[in-house]
């Protein structure tokens, strides 16, 4: 299985926070930098990948609730089992 770990704290702006996943999770270059975009992207992920979010609290003081929304995607699309986010 391949995991990545993203770190929360990156995600300091909308484009900043789609910039960091794209460019971690090797996302094409069509990428739309939106949270639909992100939905996409993340069902063409391998099933063997798994992705652990640190410092998630720090995305959401600087996103609010948009980081919930990249956070529910990552959720959403991975499933509990394959994301994992950690609150510091």
Do not use: Q
Not at 30 to 55: F, H, M, Q, W
């Amino acid at each position: 299985m391949k995991v990545i770990i993203l770190d929360g704290a990156r995600f300091t702006n909308k484009s900043a926070a789609h910039e960091y996943i794209a460019a971690s999770l090797n996302f094409p270059t069509y990428y739309g930098k939106n949270l639909d975009a992100l939905d996409d992207c993340l069902s063409e992920l391998p099933r063997d990948t798994a992705v652990v979010i640190t410092n998630a609290g720090r995305a959401k003081e600087n996103l609010g609730a948009y980081a919930d929304g990249i956070l529910d995607d990552f959720r959403d699309v991975l499933g509990e089992r394959f994301c994992v986010c950690i609150f510091e």
